[in-house]
């Protein structure tokens, strides 16, 4: 199976009432733990690279190795996803490269860290949408700026300084026409999101629905979205790491985002906590050991379990058999 549009796999779960999480990836093992965990669980994948992976492994191993994905699980129906692309030329690269879907995070200047005006915001998604779309690829927009900083790039602070505002969420979506639209809720990157369970106050529920309401159609889109489970934390602690106490966004808040509009969910910090806490182990237990995959193949194991398990609790099980891709040329007459 060829690698699919997002918009199209966005489409299939907003009309079966599902999200689909986009997990984030850096080498082999990592795509590995995704797919497997697709095929046990059918479901459709969003897979999604960030400059900073795109520098690690070098564009051409990643597109490789998601090509070797989309051969040896043919039944799954795959999107490859750029994660915050922080300019138009950054976004044209991944799409000349063969990605099915970019972002073009607008809400941060070029320099990834500093808060954009609403002009340019818009003026940069809109060059994106208009190259993008006539290759029939998905655009994904973001408009606030979530908190935290990961691989160099964020807004840092605790995610309440840049809370999307509902109307200005609308009128950008109107203004540049993206097919998925990330907006701030009070989420951070990393694994430091909220020093308790969170509550209303820290996570903004009430504005999602708002945006949802006025954008009933738009697939939004919850980044900063691991919910850092205690037990992955108490791995890497009980192995001699040293994590800090610290809560995610409970798996139940999530839900009640998928009611309300949300169709694709970004998790990468509860994956890096699986694999490390897996390697710990091992280290620690058999200190004998130096053959890499006495520690990658547990690292694999654990992350397939994390995602198997959120495709699950996200609705996306089970969805992979029920969609046909629509090749990007397709694609494209539909936007024209
Ligand atoms: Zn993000």
């Known amino acids: 199976m060829p690698l699919v549009s997002m918009r199209q796999l966005l489409d299939e779960a907003a009309k079966g009432g599902y999200g689909v999480g986009a997990f984030n990836v850096n080498n082999m093992e990592q795509i590995q733990a995704i797919m497997e965990a697709a095929r046990e669980t059918e479901s459709p994948v969003i897979i999604q690279a960030s400059r900073g992976a795109r520098s690690y492994s070098q564009d051409r191993f990643l597109y490789h190795l998601m090509l070797a994905a989309t051969e040896l699980y043919p039944e799954i129906p795959t999107v490859l996803h750029l994660d915050h692309g922080n300019s138009p030329e950054t976004c044209l690269s991944a799409i000349k490269l063969g990605f099915t879907s970019v972002m073009m995070d607008g809400s941060l200047l070029a320099d990834g860290k500093t808060p954009s005006s609403y002009e340019y915001n818009v003026d940069v998604t809109r060059q994106v949408v208009a190259a993008a779309h006539a290759k029939g690829v998905t655009v994904e927009a973001e408009i606030g700026c979530l908190g935290g900083i990961e691989d160099g790039h964020g807004a840092g602070g605790s995610g309440m300084e840049h809370l999307t505002d509902p109307a200005q969420a609308e009128q950008f979506t109107n203004d540049t026409n993206c097919d998925a639209l990330a907006i701030a809720i009070g989420t951070s990157h990393g694994a430091y999101k909220f020093n308790k369970k969170p509550d209303g106050s820290v996570l903004k ?110 609705g996306q099980a089970g969805n992979a058999k029920k969609i046909t891709p629509i090749p990007l040329e397709e694609m494209a007459a539909l936007y024209r």
């Open 205 to 314: 529920m009430d504005v999602l629905i708002d945006i949802h309401n006025r954008l009933p159609k738009t697939h939004l889109v919850m980044h900063g979205s691991s919910s850092v489970p205690k037990d992955l934390q108490d791995i890497i602690n009980q192995y001699g790491g040293s994590l800090k106490p610290t809560w995610g966004v409970p798996v139940e808040e999530i839900q009640l985002g998928i009611r309300n509009g949300v169709r694709k969910i970004n998790v990468d910090t509860d994956n890096r906590l699986a694999m490390t806490g897996a390697i710990r182990k091992v280290l620690m237990e058999t200190p004998e050991k130096f053959d890499p995959r006495d520690y990658m193949k547990p690292a694999r194991d654990a992350m397939k379990k994390v995602v198997a398990q959120r495709m699950v609790q996200f």
